[in-house]
Structure formats: structure tokens, C-alpha cells
């Protein structure tokens, strides 16, 4: 296996990438996810395997100094087994071959004259250009002939996808790709939102999936959003977290009126649309108050839960929304406990919080999971259109 | 919605200025300063951010021409596509990033979502504050040079992502396309993306405009000349 040097894909394969394998990094334009590459680039290097790297469009100096800026010098290209094609051999073969067949032939040769002298173990494809100068199959003939001796060399290209889902299926049946790893963005600027998806893996039945992730240090670090899920004291929150979640943990004492209440942050995870999402259940009483500013701070998105039956609580609630508001965040409103009288209308609801109809709200139990799926749907929907 | 004033009263006071996530394309024969006039259309305003992406001119002079025509440098970012190729070592500032070449089209999406997504953090004016959220304007300098580099179909689909992109975040975005050297197929299929065009032509060393896609401008051709950043409608 060739470590991918992202720990928590490299979980999610298996412990890394299979020798002798395809892999594609697609990326789409605008997402920072160049990372990838270099850290497999990386790991592969440090474990002695012997690397070729294609680079039609920069020139090995300008891809140094790249990697430098980007990975720091843990990435030694200079005393490490590393040979290059680049956009100087690349602009070489176009002058001196008249013809696309002839050009794919230099290609080829080059590429198979590298690998066997350098006796190569991975070659690390930076595809657009090749795919625009020779088209998908013919791109990929130039890479695969290197691949066709006794010695199972590993091919990892990275490609800005124009295409979208469409290339990515022609990876996958037409071209056999064992590993296909979309990396993505939710392009809106704050916060920004990178995520990768596994789509596709020969080797093991992996579900598809998506994680998001940031770029701190050098490094991909798989990224948990967090909701947080706020309200007064008694509304429901724990329940609501603990009915979310696939897993969860909660710390509650008795309090003066006999009743459970939070005082630390509930936690629950969960699956929700390929994402892996983290909800924060902040205790309700005022004297916690102070640990709502931070727990905002990270936050995509926040579920206020209130009890539709207590019209005294409802002030309380109205301070909380003034802090969320100041954040600039999507929040939603879940009125909980619906299936007891005396259940406030919604139009009383929203006068005493100071909300518009552009707020959901939604009447709950949040002892249901489908009611309790059902607002988490509507905020993860309001989180990725939200306009900042 | 925020309006982009272009500078110009005689359209501003008709059409009040491009409204937010107006992508024009700016047609232009060569030796016709059509760089001056996009310049002068990016230029930020007051609490505003204008971004170039140069594949023609270095980044110190895309800002020093910013600067010439009254632009406040803090709130002037260029992705310089040119700059690298002789100096590999040259590292990205907050307002100046550098991409390979002009066929570096992975690296120019990576550096426009950064800077954007500076701006938006308010780190990109050294602590000067802005308006937020956060007026942009974008010029691409040029298509020209893009498509001397890249396929049509390829810049097309890249540009369409930029495009979307710039309505998103509710900037404007202004291309310099040159009008002679690309045929009819190359011009529509790039129009496609727009919507808003002005076309520059030159007579007898006159400089025209016209603008079509503007509400309330008229298509007619107009006799303009621009002088450190201020395009000026001539009678």
C-alpha cells in the first residue's frame, strides 16, 4: 500500500492505495486540493519508491517551489529517487513532432525510457494537458504503456475535472481506474468548504462518501462541521441530539426541579448526505452562556429548539437568536414537544422570537427521529444555500 | 443589490451602474487601450476590491497602472500568470499570487477561490476594513491569451465555472477578448457567458464604445478616451 498521507482517507482505503493500482485525484476548479498529490508524492518518496513526475504545465523549478510554499521541506525532490517530464519537455516534443501520432509517440517513449531507466514504482500524472493535447484514451495509452512490462508500477493523476460526474464514470468503466477521489468545494467564500469524495474503489466494497476537509500546516486535515444545537433549559436538546445522532454522549445531572439537565456540551454523530456532521447540544441554563460565542465561532449552522408549550421560556430563546444572528449563520427553529397540549401557534411563536416567515420552523417531537430528520434535512439544505 | 458603477456619468446616471453578478466581455481590436478601459471599469471604489488575473502584464504592473489610475493598492489583488516562468522562487503575497503560465488553469481557479475567500475573512486589506459582504470586481486580462493556451471548448468550460462563481459572490467580471484574432464560433460561444458586452473600435484615431446589454444604455457607438482610470464620454 502507498500511504496517502491524509490519516483519515488513508482509514477509509485501508491503509492507503494498493501497489500496482490507478488512482485519479479529481479536482474541481477553484478547490485548493493539491495537497493530495504531493503528500502521496511524499509518502511515496519516503519509502524509497522510485517516482516519475509529469508536469505538462510548469516547469520542474516552479513545481519545487511550489511543493516548498505548500508542504514545507519535508518533501526532499532533490536527494530523493525523483525523475520529471515537464512543461519544458512537453513544449520540445511539440516543436520537434509534426503530427498528434507523433507527438503521442514521443510521449510514449519518453515516459516508457524514464520508467525503465529510473526503473520506476509510481508515476505522478498532472493530466489536463495531456487529455487536451491527445484526448482521454489516447492520454491514458502514453501512461499505460509505461505500466505494461513485468514490474506493477502505480499511476496517480491528478486532473482539473470540467466535466464533472460524467469523466468520472469514463475513469471508472472505461478506463479502470481503482481509485477515484473527487475533491470538491461548496464555493462560498465564508465559510469555505472543502470537501473530498471517495467515489470509487476496486478493491473493497467502500460506500460512497464525503468529508470535508481544511488545509492547515501543510497537511489535509479531514474536517467535521459542527451544528450546534442551542436552546432554554428543558426544551429538548439532549433528546434531539441523542434521537440525530448514530452515536452520541451526553452529560447531564438531576437539577433543582428533579428534571435532567445538560451541563456540558451534548455530543452526536452522524451520517447525513455523504457528510459526516457533529452536533454540538449546548447547555440551556444562562450561566452557560459564555461557552456559546465559541462553540458559534466554528459553526455552519444552528438548530434552536424551544418548547412549543412554554410561552415563558420563549424571551430566553429571543436572547439566544440575538447571539446566533450576530454570527451570520443559517439557523432554524425546531419547536419540540408538539404532541403535548396547550402547543403555541406558529404565529405567536414567531412574534415573541422575532423571526420572519424566511426562518423554518417546524412543530416537533424530538423524541421521533423522522421529525428530528427532518430539520436536520432542512438546515444541511439551508447551510449549502445560504447566502453570506 | 449592490451596484458596480462604471465611472462613466453619462451610463451611470441612465443605468445606475452594472448591477451585481454582471459578467461583461470587453471587445476590443489590438493598439486600442482596451486594457486602459477594463482597468478603469475594475478600479475599486471606495470600501471596494478589484482582482486581476494578468496573463499579459507582471503583477507589479497591473498594480503600479492601478495605482496610476487612483486605486488604492490595499484593495487591489492580481493572480499573475506570467511572472513565475522567469522566477520560480517568486512566492504569493495576500494580494499577489502567482500560477505557472497561462495553462496553469488548476492553479488560477486555486488562487481566485483564495483570494476571494481573503477578502471575504477581511485579511486581505492589511486590516483596512471594506464593505461586507464584500463588492468585487474581476477582470481577466486577457481571454486573448488563455485561449492561445488552452482549447476553446476546455477555456469555455473553465470560464463558465468563473463565471457562475462571480454571480455567486455577486462581483462583477470583466474579460478583455480581442476582436480580430478569434473567429465567429470562438466569439459567440465566449458571448455565451456574458451578459453584458462593450465593443471598442478604432477610427481615424478616434477611440468608439458601444454597449449592449446595459438597461436603459443605448447600442450606439460612443466616442470615449481614458486618462488615469477615468474613461471620459467625448461629444
Known amino acids: 500500500m502507498i500511504s496517502t498521507g491524509v490519516s483519515g482517507l488513508d482509514e477509509m482505503l485501508g491503509s492507503g492505495i494498493p501497489r500496482g493500482s490507478k488512482a485519479l485525484y479529481s479536482l474541481e476548479p477553484g478547490v485548493n486540493g493539491q495537497l493530495f498529490m504531493i503528500s502521496t508524492l511524499s509518502c511515496a518518496l519516503a519509502r524509497g519508491l522510485s517516482c516519475l513526475v509529469i508536469l505538462p504545465n510548469t516547469t520542474v523549478g516552479a513545481f519545487r517551489n511550489d511543493v516548498a510554499a505548500m508542504y514545507g521541506a519535508r518533501l526532499d525532490l532533490v536527494s530523493k529517487p525523483v525523475v520529471f517530464i515537464d512543461a519544458i519537455d512537453r513544449e520540445r516534443i511539440q516543436k520537434s513532432a509534426r503530427s498528434d501520432e507523433a507527438r503521442a509517440r514521443e510521449w510514449q517513449e519518453r515516459v516508457r525510457k524514464a520508467c525503465e531507466d529510473h526503473k520506476v514504482d509510481v508515476i505522478f500524472a498532472y493530466f489536463d494537458l495531456l487529455y487536451e493535447d491527445f484526448s482521454l484514451e489516447k492520454a491514458m495509452k502514453i501512461l499505460d504503456s509505461a505500466r505494461g512490462g513485468g514490474k506493477k508500477v502505480t499511476l496517480i493523476v491528478e486532473h482539473l475535472n470540467l466535466e464533472g460526474a460524467p469523466l468520472l464514470e469514463r475513469f471508472i468503466r472505461e478506463l479502470s481506474f481503482d481509485l477515484v477521489l473527487a475533491i470538491r468545494s461548496s464555493f462560498r467564500p465564508v465559510p469555505h468548504f472543502n470537501y473530498f469524495t471517495l467515489v470509487h474503489t476496486s478493491w473493497a466494497p467502500l460506500p460512497v462518501r464525503s468529508v470535508p476537509f481544511i488545509i492547515a500546516d501543510g497537511r489535509v486535515i479531514p474536517y467535521i462541521p459542527r451544528i450546534v444545537v442551542t436552546g432554554p433549559s428543558n426544551s429538548g436538546k439532549s433528546t434531539f441530539v441523542t434521537n440525530a445522532s448514530d452515536e452520541g454522549h451526553s452529560i447531564d445531572r438531576r437539577g433543582s426541579d428533579g428534571d435532567k439537565t445538560t451541563v456540558a456540551m451534548d455530543f452526536g454523530w452522524l451520517r447525513w448526505k455523504d457528510f459526516d456532521i457533529t452536533l454540538y447540544g449546548t447547555p440551556g441554563h444562562t450561566r452557560f452562556d459564555p461557552l456559546l460565542p465559541p462553540y458559534l465561532r466554528h459553526a455552519m449552522g444552528v438548530i434552536l429548539v424551544i418548547d412549543a408549550t412554554k410561552p415563558d421560556k420563549l424571551p430566553r430563546a429571543r436572547h439566544l437568536i440575538e447571539m446566533i444572528t450576530k454570527r451570520k449563520i443559517p439557523y432554524i427553529v425546531a419547536a419540540n414537544k408538539n404532541d403535548l397540549p396547550d402547543v403555541l401557534e406558529e404565529a405567536e411563536i414567531r412574534k415573541a422570537l422575532g423571526i420572519g416567515g424566511d426562518i423554518p420552523l417546524f412543530f416537533i417531537s424530538a423524541q421521533k427521529r423522522s421529525d428530528v430528520q427532518l430539520v436536520l434535512e432542512s438546515l444541511v439544505d439551508s447551510i449549502m444555500q445560504f447566502s453570506y | ?235
Open chain 2, 1 to 235: 443589490m449592490y451596484s458596480y458603477k462604471t465611472g462613466i456619468a453619462q451610463i451611470d446616471q441612465i443605468s445606475g451602474g452594472f448591477e451585481a453578478g454582471t459578467n461583461i466581455l470587453l471587445l476590443a481590436p489590438p493598439m486600442s487601450y482596451a486594457d486602459q478601459l477594463a482597468y478603469a471599469l475594475t478600479k475599486p471604489l471606495q470600501g471596494e476590491y478589484a482582482i486581476v488575473l494578468s496573463t499579459n502584464e507582471r503583477a507589479a504592473e497591473v498594480i503600479d497602472a492601478f495605482k496610476l489610475a487612483g486605486a488604492d493598492k490595499h484593495f487591489t489583488g492580481v493572480i499573475d500568470a506570467i511572472t513565475k516562468s522567469s522566477t520560480p522562487s517568486i512566492a504569493d503575497t495576500q494580494r499577489m499570487m502567482f500560477v505557472s503560465s497561462p495553462t496553469d488553469l488548476t492553479g488560477i481557479g486555486i488562487k481566485f477561490s483564495n483570494m476571494i475567500e481573503t477578502i471575504f475573512e477581511g485579511e486581505f486589506s492589511d486590516g483596512e476594513a471594506g464593505l461586507f459582504p464584500p463588492p468585487i470586481r474581476f477582470c481577466v486580462n486577457s481571454i486573448s491569451t488563455l485561449l492561445m493556451y488552452r482549447r476553446l471548448e476546455v477555456l469555455y468550460q473553465f470560464l463558465h465555472v468563473l463565471t457562475a462563481k462571480l454571480k455567486k459572490i455577486e462581483g462583477v467580471g470583466i474579460y478583455l477578448l480581442n476582436s480580430e484574432s478569434f473567429d465567429d464560433k470562438t466569439l459567440s460561444l465566449i458571448k455565451q457567458l456574458m451578459n453584458c458586452v462593450i465593443e471598442i473600435k478604432i477610427e481615424q484615431n478616434v477611440s468608439y464604445l458601444r454597449v449592449q446589454g446595459l438597461q436603459g444604455v443605448s447600442g450606439d457607438w460612443m466616442k470615449f478616451s481614458v486618462s488615469k482610470g477615468q474613461v471620459t464620454i467625448l461629444p
